[in-house]
């Protein structure tokens, strides 16, 4: 069983900026990518940025230049350090990693943006 272990969340006004963490741990496992994902009220769960143990990256249209994703495969951990901050950045972020045999969510951390 892989558990996922997020941080990171918290309120900021408009501009702002915050930096989530999520570290993945149990027994052995291979990730094949690592990602977050958000959830705003009343919405569907939106991919916002996906990276792979060899460094590459996406990320959705809403996010980029303002959010930057980042790994260490040492400490199986993954980042995402987002800027700019607007309102509709407001959302419950989910770490997501992928392995060669399953999928595993974090709990969810709460971002809210407003004045």
């Known amino acids: 069983q892989v558990q996922l272990v997020e941080s990171g969340g918290g309120l900021v006004q408009p501009g702002g900026s915050l930096r989530l963490s999520c570290a993945a741990s149990?027994?052995?496992?291979?990730?094949?990518?690592m990602g977050w994902y958000r959830q705003a009220p009343g919405k569907q769960r939106e991919l916002v940025a996906t990276?792979?143990?060899?460094?590459?990256?996406t990320y959705a249209d809403a996010v980029k230049g303002r959010f930057t994703i980042s790994k260490d495969n040492a400490k199986n951990a993954v980042y995402l350090q987002m800027n700019s901050l607007t309102p509709e950045d407001t959302a419950v972020y989910y770490c997501?990693?992928?392995?060669?045999?399953?999928?595993?969510w974090g709990q969810g951390t709460q971002v809210t943006v407003s004045a």
């Open positions: 990276i792979t143990p060899g460094g590459s990256s």
């Open positions: 149990g027994r052995h496992f291979s990730i094949n990518v």
């Open positions: 997501n990693v992928v392995t060669r045999s399953d999928h595993y």
